[in-house]
């Protein structure tokens, strides 16, 4: 079964990562992306896309864990950056993309931010990156820490337009052994 998943991961990253791309004069369409936490939660894959209303949902993750994600983002006229933004200090690890083709910042103790940058000299209308975060937390009391974490897909925006962005919020709970993981409901 992982190699089945390592090779649809490779595969999928071979269209994304490589599909050039001529960027319009004008792009008013936004871009698309789908993020998936691929191991570690009862039910299999998790997958958000940009499509998804996340205004009443939180994901459930267990404390000092390793868990693996894909992020991929689309856009006809040539996507510009995927970004994950996450404010807890989360690592990021086993990167499926070379190391001069992203960068990770930190301010140390609130957020992480993982930023991949297209190049409008030689656009793309897709790409995909893969690899490990691990929701690392130092207090190991049954408390429940609240994170949130931002991805966004931005594209050109045209020629000589402005870029359109994408993004969605995703409210996060890093919980203990006794709580339930996964995508949950947040009662109104």
């Not at 992306?33 to 958000?48: A, D, H, N």
């Not at 009391?141 to 993004?167: C, H, K, M, P, Q």
């Amino acid at each position: 079964m992982k190699i089945r998943i390592y090779l649809l991961a490779f595969l999928a990253l071979g269209l994304f990562s490589r599909c050039a791309v001529t960027i319009p004069a004008q792009d008013r369409t936004p871009p698309t992306f789908i993020f998936e936490i691929t191991s570690g939660l009862p039910g299999g894959v998790l997958r958000i896309t940009s499509e998804d209303d996340l205004s009443n949902k939180v994901l459930h993750l267990q404390r000092n864990t390793l868990y693996r994600f894909r992020f991929s983002g689309s856009d006809a006229g040539g996507l510009a950056a995927l970004m994950m933004r996450v404010n807890w200090p989360t690592d990021f690890m086993e990167l499926s993309i070379d190391r001069d083709e992203y960068a990770i910042a930190s301010d140390g103790a609130n957020f992480r931010e993982l930023v991949w940058q297209g190049r409008r000299s030689d656009p793309w209308s897709g790409y995909l990156i893969a690899g490990q975060l691990n929701t690392i937390i130092y207090n190991q009391s049954y408390a429940v820490v609240d994170a949130e974490w931002e991805l966004t897909a931005s594209d050109f925006g045209g020629a000589a337009g402005s870029a359109n962005a994408t993004t969605k919020t995703l409210r996060v709970g890093l919980v203990d052994d006794t709580q339930e993981l996964g995508l949950l409901d947040v009662p109104d």
